[in-house]
């Protein structure tokens, strides 16, 4: 393993990126733990968090509102990986798909991405909303369960890995790839008790 220093003469391991073949390649041998639940973002291994009751609920809403939302124009898609390049290979809550998808889906093939946010908002705003704006990604929803608020991202920028529209969300939205749908956002949380 090599090394880098940060001007103080300090010397730091650089760490090892990891490829998506290699990753799969490691899962095929058993060199991972099968109950950990891994996704790969720019060559870096990230550990998810464990599912909160509140996540696990949100998520269930969420799938059911994005099922009937788009009953005629995509396939919805929980807990699968999602193929964006070599070193990147994410698993968010919720994909709709345009069509099927024969392997792992790819940035292509999506409509719609959702993560279900509770413990890992500042993540998921962050670099994971940096890396879907990279990819074109058409719309990325964050639903903030804590707060039951849906952090509304639109128009990336495939070049900065931004997003030219940002909106954090209350009450209802109209769904971009569907024309005339709207969505209350309490849709995609259970009632408060």
Do not use: C
Request: no cysteine; charged share 20%.
């Amino acid at each position: 393993m090599g090394t880098s220093s940060v001007g103080t003469g300090t010397v730091y391991p650089r760490p090892k990126l990891w490829s998506v073949a290699e990753l799969h390649r490691l899962i095929e041998l058993d060199g991972l733990d099968s109950f950990r639940r891994l996704e790969l973002i720019e060559g870096v291994l990230y550990e998810k968090n464990r599912q909160s009751d509140a996540h696990v609920a949100s998520l269930s809403w969420t799938q059911v509102a994005l099922q009937a939302a788009f009953a005629t124009a995509g396939v919805v898609v929980g807990g699968s990986n999602l193929h964006l390049d070599e070193y990147s290979e994410p698993e968010p809550d919720v994909l709709v798909l345009r069509a099927r998808a024969l392997n792992v889906p790819t940035a292509a093939e999506v409509l719609l991405l959702v993560e279900v946010s509770d413990t890992s908002l500042a993540f998921d705003l962050g670099r994971k909303a940096a890396l879907y704006a990279r990819h074109g990604i058409p719309e990325y929803w964050v639903a903030d369960v804590t707060n039951r608020l849906l952090h509304l991202h639109r128009l990336p920028d495939i070049q900065s890995g931004t997003w030219q529209e940002r909106l954090v969300l209350a009450h209802t939205l109209s769904v971009e790839v569907l024309p005339g749908q709207q969505l209350p956002i309490a849709e995609l949380f259970p009632p408060l008790a």
